[in-house]
């Protein structure tokens, strides 16, 4: 298709179409309005990204605390009480703030990239679900300054234990913070989710078949189908908590006939798909690295994007594995037993995928392949670990001790971790323009994986002689300390690796000095790298025309009826979406109506407690009203008319 030189026209305002109900701030606006304001998918992933980092530094240094504490037998840098704050908070900072959210950063700047769309389908509800996952976080957070002080019920709030009968002190709010908070995140997940669906579905620009998408691209769709579908179990559970603790209801008071198993049901059958939540994006992500720096085109395509389906499918199939020993019978123990074995085959498959993707290739050992990595070899000993705990005898004896703590952690931190910080490597420079120094980013990984093994390693050892987990301290004499001294050591190295990466994160946004990284410093192979470097507003002046799966390689080194076309740029441009301030004043009534609900009982003159929900009401007004705006203020958006080079 011939080409065309596009004049370049300045972008004014569409007045014709600009609401005269709520004034949304103009295309030129800077400063804190801009990214207040903005629903430009591209800096929706910035801040989730800068979010999720700086929850990631919450949550390390709650990690830090915990190891202090067990450093020796008998220490007393936290009490008892406060132990079990630390690792309640660590734990749902690190699944709920860090890795989903530091996931939905990529999958909001890089996926709509991918297929080569403009933006996401639905611009303002993205903006929506990022307001509600920041109001997520502040509430869980904000536990810390009231009655009670965070939450002591570990991150999976087992029953009984968060029954107000087992609250060490009068009138504990911390479970209740915990309860609103996660059901914040979970409507931040499903607004995000319902999006890219959408995004994927209808989006694509031409000739961007399904089987040419980029495997990151497929796990944004597994993990959003995956969300939808098992939210709704633990937002079902966390209601019926909410009810119990404050309105009277037994659905899990074994005392008046409620089953405490009942909540281990749902918040598994959440919680398994969980892990695959976790886990799907940075087998994605390591999916675009290793072709790119083994120079070589993914083996075998197909077979990983459909073992990714079948991980998903099986996922929640396997919920009970983690209640081996909660007495659930033969028969069931048998079942879940011989699942959890089968869902290791199409993890497998992935991992000998990527393994014939680099055998033969020409590896360049650059930070974004040694975090790839990283992530194969970490995560390959968290599934070894898994399938031993498959055996329900084996379990049976790992059942709450520091070897399941070891399992988790090189899951989820030796996977999905490393995996994240290796696509913050390989896509910052196209997000910033800047390239990285590759020796720091190789002396950050060095921490990481010596710090993360020297922690995690031993507690295998310290699980097979007996420590408990969940356990605030220990005595002298059981062989625990020296290894609890190595993997405290451990987990200061690898927090100042993570600490280091943070830091050369942000430098590569505020540096002027870094070598400019140019349009695809990698030689990648996908869609987004055939753009400029940071990505124009627009993202594609034109829209392109996909005629194979790696076609920025086709572009480069392809035959010329491989190389991508482009549509013509029509009379009216390219129409962009204007500011809104509808999302932002959504989110506030929804975190305004979330503390009403959390505060609503009062004293009145009699010293009587009554129920007061005047400020859940104000916020539930606020929210519709956000929502009412959102709906007239109509489509609005202006054109622009970018030069060539543009793209």
């Keep these: 298709m011939a080409t065309e030189s596009v004049k370049y026209v300045a972008p004014e305002t569409d007045t014709k179409t600009s609401s005269k109900v709520f004034p949304r701030p103009g295309q030129n606006t800077t400063g804190i309005v801009n990214w207040l304001t903005t629903i430009d998918h591209k800096k929706i992933g910035l801040m989730y990204g800068l979010a999720s980092l700086s929850f990631l530094l919450i949550g390390g240094l709650e990690a830090l605390l915990i190891r202090t504490q067990l450093w020796s037998h008998n220490m007393e840098v936290l009490s008892n009480r406060q132990y079990n704050q630390m690792f309640t908070m660590h734990g749902t900072t690190m699944v709920f703030l860090v890795i989903m959210p530091m996931s939905a950063a990529f999958f909001n700047y890089l996926m709509p990239l991918q297929i080569g769309a403009r933006d996401v389908a639905f611009p303002r509800m993205n903006t929506l679900s990022l307001w509600c996952f920041i109001a ?12 009670g002080g965070a939450p002591a019920i570990g991150w999976f709030g087992y029953a009984p234990l968060t029954d107000n009968r087992f609250a060490e002190v009068l009138m504990d709010m911390g479970p209740d913070f915990w309860i609103f908070s996660l059901q914040v995140l979970g409507i ?6 319902f999006n890219f669906i959408t995004t994927i579905i209808n989006m694509r620009a031409p000739g961007m078949t399904m089987m040419r998408m980029p495997l990151f691209t497929w796990m944004t769709l ?3 189908f995956l969300l939808i579908l098992a939210l709704p179990a633990i937002a079902i559970a966390l209601a019926e908590l909410m009810f119990d603790r404050s309105y009277g209801t037994n659905f899990f008071d074994f005392l008046e006939g409620g089953k405490p198993h009942l909540w281990q049901h749902l918040f598994w059958i959440f919680g398994h798909p969980e892990v695959y939540i976790l886990i799907l994006p940075a087998m994605g992500i390591v999916s675009e690295i290793i072709p790119v720096f083994s120079r070589k085109p993914l083996f075998g395509y197909g ?17 009970s594995h983690h209640m081996f020993t909660t007495g659930m019978g033969i028969v069931a123990t048998s079942a879940f037993s011989i699942l959890t ?19 033969g290739g020409r590896i360049r050992f650059d930070p974004p392949m040694l975090f790839a990595l990283g992530f194969i070899t970490m995560f390959m000993i968290g599934g070894f ?11 049976a004896q790992h059942q709450d001790t520091y070897f399941v703590v070891a399992h988790f952690h090189y899951v989820l931190i030796g996977g999905a971790l490393f995996g994240l910080f290796a696509g913050f490597y390989f896509w910052l420079p196209k997000i910033t323009g800047k390239m990285m120094n590759k020796s720091l980013g190789k002396f950050v990984f060095t921490l990481m994986f010596i710090g993360f093994n020297l922690t995690f390693f031993p507690m295998h050892y310290l699980g097979m002689i007996g420590q408990p987990r969940r356990t605030h301290t220990y005595n002298l004499g059981h062989g625990f300390e020296t290894w609890n001294q190595i993997a405290t050591i451990g987990s200061f190295i690898l927090g100042i690796g993570v600490f280091i990466g943070f830091l050369q994160f942000v430098h590569s946004f505020c540096s002027k000095k870094l070598k400019p990284a140019g349009k695809n410093p990698w030689d990648a192979r996908t869609l987004e790298w055939t753009l400029s470097s940071p990505v124009k507003e627009h993202n594609f002046a034109r829209t392109p025309i996909i005629k194979a799966r790696d076609q920025a390689w086709e572009n480069n080194y392809g035959p010329p009826e491989n190389h991508s076309e482009k549509v013509p740029l029509d009379d009216h441009g390219v129409h962009m979406p204007d500011r809104s301030w509808t999302p932002l004043l959504s989110g506030i009534g929804l975190l305004t109506m979330v503390l009403g609900l959390l505060f609503h009982l009062s004293l009145d003159q009699s010293g009587e407690v009554v129920r007061d929900y005047t400020v859940a009401i104000v916020g539930g007004v606020i929210f519709i009203l956000g929502v009412i705006l959102w709906a007239v203020e109509g489509g609005g958006g202006y054109h622009l008319f970018p030069k060539e080079e543009d793209e």
Excluded: C, E, Y
């Design 136 to 147: 997520g976080g502040i509430i869980l957070n904000l536990s810390w300054f009231f009655t």
């Design 188 to 193: 931040a997940s499903l607004l995000a989710s």
């Design 222 to 224: 597994f993990v959003s």
């Design 303 to 319: 077979l990983i994007v459909f073992s990714g389906a079948i991980i998903g499918f099986m996922g929640f199939a396997v919920w």
């Design 341 to 359: 074995m089968l869902i290791a085959i199409p993890t497998g498959v992935k991992i000998f995928n990527w393994i014939g993707t680099m055998w």
């Design 385 to 395: 670990t898994g399938i031993m705990h498959s055996s329900v005898p084996i379990d």
